[in-house]
Nanobody, 123 residues
């Protein structure tokens, strides 16, 4: 069973930065591709970024491309999301997810989810 625990959320002013972390408790962590999704109040969950098991491939949504960076440390079973130049529209609950399949933007491809961490960007 895969357990994912996110941390690093909080309140930040527009233009600021945050780094989210997601620690996975699974022995075969380096066989999973990892993704970050977010959900704002009243909106559907949307894709943010994903990274392949090796870290060699990364996908981003258009809304965060150039501002967010996803990375992973397989020795620590952890994936990160560095968020820079934050905007009020980035406010959401951010979820970490793991998939045994190849890197994907589709939330249905992810089998395991964390509990989420709140990110609030004030204007």
């Amino acid at each position: 069973q895969v357990q994912l625990v996110e941390s690093g959320g909080g309140l930040v002013q527009a233009g600021g930065s945050l780094r989210l972390s997601c620690a996975a408790s699974v022995r075969t962590y380096n066989s999973y591709s990892m993704g970050w999704f977010r959900q704002a109040p009243g909106k559907e969950r949307e894709f943010v970024a994903a990274i392949s098991w090796s870290g060699g491939s990364m996908f981003y949504s258009e809304s965060v491309e150039g501002r967010f960076t996803i990375s992973r440390d397989n020795a620590k079973n952890t994936v990160y999301l560095q968020m820079n130049s934050l905007k009020p529209e980035d406010t959401a609950v951010y979820y970490c997810a793991a998939s045994p399949k190849y890197i994907s933007r589709q939330y249905k491809e992810y089998d395991h989810w964390g509990q989420g961490t709140q990110v609030t960007v004030s204007s």
